[in-house]
């Protein structure tokens, strides 16, 4: 945090009955930070990849802050001996290269290309369409407003006023929907959806109803949606009057349908599964481990020897400076000492995030050496920081987005923390420890008769765990699994 400032303060006091002004002294401590401190804590927050991007960017910022391109010692070039390359290789040369083709082959160069995007695709079909230019202009602006999950979540009315105010046409909702009403006829089906519903629906409509099931499928989403979602099963089948078998089978045709049509499509689709790049590798061999920070395409910055040169030209012998000169001498200056903190923030940052992590392997050696979740101890903010002596705020915007490359994983740090719960016995666990006791007593449960909230607690209970109802369904909540009802099967 930054230094307390006592501030002095007079302020100018107006006293109605006696209509003169008076002062009085009043002395208060504030506490703010400086810029560099609020910049140093946006640096201790940054992910290896984004503190990469923000080097690069203080460097295109500041004049006198450059890239340290000298080759680490462990990078250096390893001698060749000029003879390996004057020796002449005894190696036939049929030996040394492939040969799959004829000389009546021809090499092309093969062309990579991003392909189409979904939005392409479907105007490419309503070129099919017979619309008239109006329409198209119409119907391209309905596709463009279609999510990449392939729904339209906003109403024909804004839809509307967003075209007369960027194309200027004039178009009614009615005329609108007709347009839509074409779009949904296009390839994935239940494109240009307004909820899940209306989806399932188109693409039912897109499949014959040939069988019994489609046809009872069709139904239960059309008159009773709501209680398929919440999955009253046998009210439904009370209410369809159909047999355990037949509904099975239409359940089984609406779980073939996608709820989301976009990520049907993926020729020129973006590839949105996130790359984690680890900020801390952590090696263990023969019982030792062996933490370094992950500098890979991270810069080593340095100070730009050519301005500190221009600054010390600057300055005469006798150390004063030609007025026609101030000015450049203080925009050099402020530039170098600027470059100066931030490389002694990058410095820090370092130090910070070594220090912390070092104490989390310190805290957690038996999770670490084994990758076993029960074997983390419980451990909050406030444990790291009495450790390291830092604050606990400090500890907090170290562990945020920043993950540890382990043998057996990638791991969130943020995850290794836990709240101590106490067992019959005396004993203190990790809540992680029934959490996955919750999982495991889930997976095994009967789909058919799923166990309730109050009944995994009395299993919990059973097991030592003094854990009460409200918990339990706060871990279930935490670990993404409904309530019983929803997880209810067939």
Not at 13 to 19: G, L, S
Not at 37 to 42: D, T
């Amino acid at each position: 945090m930054g230094p307390l400032r006592v501030m002095l303060e007079v302020p100018l006091i107006f006293n109605r009955q006696a209509m003169a002004l008076s002062q009085r002294q009043i002395l208060s401590l504030q506490q703010k930070l400086s810029p560099q401190q609020i910049q140093m804590i946006k640096l201790l927050e940054l992910p290896t990849v984004q503190l990469e991007q923000r080097i690069k960017q203080e460097i295109e910022e500041n004049i006198a802050l450059e890239e340290d391109e000298r080759l680490k010692e462990d990078e250096e070039p390893k001698e060749i001996s000029v003879d390996e390359y004057l020796r002449e290789d005894d190696t036939p040369s049929y030996k040394s290269r492939l040969n799959h083709f004829s000389r009546d082959d021809n090499q092309r160069p093969v062309y990579l290309t991003e392909g189409r995007s979904l939005q392409e695709y479907l105007v490419e079909q309503l070129g099919y369409r017979n619309l008239s230019e109006r329409e198209m202009r119409l119907a391209v602006y309905l596709v463009g407003s279609i999510d990449e999950d392939g729904y339209l979540r906003r109403d024909l009315e804004s839809v509307a006023d967003d075209i007369a105010f960027t194309i200027g046409l004039e178009a009614s909702v009615e005329e609108l929907e007709r347009l839509l009403g074409i779009i949904h006829e296009l390839e994935p089906a239940g494109i240009g959806a307004r909820n899940l519903q209306e989806c399932l629906l188109l693409q039912l409509k897109q499949q014959p109803e040939t069988t019994a099931a489609r046809r009872l499928a069709r139904t239960i989403l059309t008159h009773h949606f709501d209680e398929f979602v919440k999955k009253h099963y046998e009210r439904l089948m009370s209410r369809l009057q159909v047999d355990e078998d037949a509904f099975r089978e239409a359940i089984a045709e609406i779980k073939h349908l996608s709820p989301k049509p976009g990520n049907l499509y993926t020729e020129g689709g973006t590839n949105t599964t996130p790359y984690i790049i680890p900020d801390f590798i952590l090696d263990y061999q023969d019982g030792h481990f062996q933490l370094s920070l992950n500098s890979y395409n991270v810069p080593d910055v340095k100070i730009n020897r050519r301005y500190v040169d221009m600054m010390r030209d600057l300055v005469q012998a006798d150390g004063k400076v030609r007025e026609e000169d101030r000015e450049a001498l203080q925009f050099v200056k402020q530039k170098i000492d600027s470059a100066k903190w931030f490389i002694s923030a990058i410095k820090q940052r370092h130090d910070t995030l070594m220090r912390t992590m070092q104490t989390i392997l310190d805290y957690q050696q038996e999770y670490f050496r084994t990758g076993d979740r029960s074997k983390l101890r419980p451990m909050i903010l406030k444990d790291i920081a009495d450790r390291t002596g830092l604050d606990v705020s400090t500890i907090s915007r170290v562990v945020n987005s920043k993950y540890v490359q382990t043998q057996f994983g990638i791991i969130l740090l943020k995850s290794l923390f836990s709240e101590a719960m106490q067992t019959a016995s005396g004993e203190e666990v990790s809540s992680y420890e029934i959490k996955t006791l919750l999982q495991r007593s889930i997976d095994e449960e009967d789909k058919r008769h799923p166990l309730t909230d109050e009944a995994l607690m009395n299993m919990l209970n059973d097991r030592g765990y003094c854990i009460a109802r409200r918990t339990v369904a706060k871990y279930r909540e935490m670990l993404g699994i409904p309530v019983a009802r929803l997880r209810k099967q067939l």
